[in-house]
């Protein structure tokens, strides 16, 4: 089934392997790698594929929080990127950092960006090229946007605002994590927080769940049958997606905004890590 056929709101957000494999030497494209193991990239690469690493080049090296608009100008510089390029992304494990990597992107207005569906997994699984060469490219001009974080991002107030509107809030962790069983993802070291449960009046959807085992997208019926007709969302509602740090959220912020069409997802990233070690805020197990 093409991109096109799975019947999403947004189709152009996504980009087949195939379609990606056709435009490796477009000038006007960028292929942006970001994974979760940040060593995979300089094992092998897609050709011309430039890395991005979530915490070094995405994130304030001393406050936390996302990198400033002139660290991100100079991030798009020396990766040869314009304000008029491309930027295609993808990753390991079902493409979360990668969909971390283009919200972070979205905070600074770069809307011209794409997620290679099925990722990294995908790529290889079908024997496409890659290579260990770490591309050159001259120097960009990038101007970029003031960052914007209202409409896509929540912080830890506006998450207590939404639980007073009683707003929706999706926990995209594990059961155990949501149960309070858990303080990170199950086979990681429980680091983090020192309390565990949810925030008040989450429902817990996994944010794999929205993935095939090839790691592409579940089609737009899959996935409404999963955040509709069982957790009971709809496009209208004000919806806060969170996890431990914000990463597995934002994959479930691109499903819900460009697979499923939802106006107004934001992403909660200060997530568990805040929430279960904040003084005086509310959890549930």
């Known amino acids: 089934m093409s991109i096109e056929q799975k019947g999403y709101a947004h189709p152009e957000a996504l980009v087949s392997t195939t379609w990606v494999a056709e435009h490796l030497n477009d000038p006007n494209v960028r ?26 080049d995405l994130n304030d090296a001393l406050v936390r929080d996302y990198v400033s608009k002139a660290d991100f100008e100079e991030l798009m510089r020396r990766n040869g990127i314009n304000n008029d390029t491309t930027v295609v992304f ?6 979360w950092w990668a969909t971390y990597a283009f919200w972070v992107f979205q905070l600074f207005g770069h809307t011209n960006a794409k997620v290679m569906d099925g990722g990294r997994a995908k790529w290889m699984e079908e024997k ?3 290579t260990r060469e770490k591309p050159s490219y001259a120097r960009a001009n990038y101007v970029a946007n003031e960052r914007d974080d209202a409409p896509i991002r929540a912080f ?15 926990d995209v962790r594990s059961p155990g994590e949501y149960k309070g069983e858990l303080l990170h993802m199950p086979d990681y070291p429980q680091e983090g927080a020192v309390r565990g449960g949810h925030i008040p009046g989450a429902n817990n959807v996994p944010w794999a769940r929205a993935a095939n ?6 089609n737009a019926a ?19 997606a969170y996890c431990r740090i914000g990463e597995r959220s934002s994959h479930t912020w691109f499903v819900l905004t460009y697979l499923l069409g939802y106006n107004n997802v934001r992403n909660y990233d200060g997530s568990w890590t805040e929430w279960g070690n904040a003084v005086g805020l509310p959890i549930e197990k």
């Not at 085992?213 to 579940?218: H, L, M, N, R, V």
């Not at 955040?227 to 806060?240: F, I, P, R, T």
């Open 222 to 240: 899959d996935l409404r049958a999963i955040y509709e007709e069982e957790q009971g969302l709809s496009a209208s509602d004000k919806v806060v």
């Open 31 to 56: 292929l942006v790698e970001s994974n979760e193991d940040i060593l995979l990239y300089d094992v092998e690469h897609i050709p011309g594929a430039v890395k991005v690493d979530w915490h070094t």
């Open 90 to 95: 993808y990753g390991d494990k079902n493409n």
């Open 156 to 170: 830890r107030n506006d998450v207590l605002d939404h639980i007073k509107a009683n707003g929706k809030l999706v």
């Open 213 to 218: 085992p090839d790691g592409t997208f579940k």
């Open 128 to 130: 496409r090229p890659t």
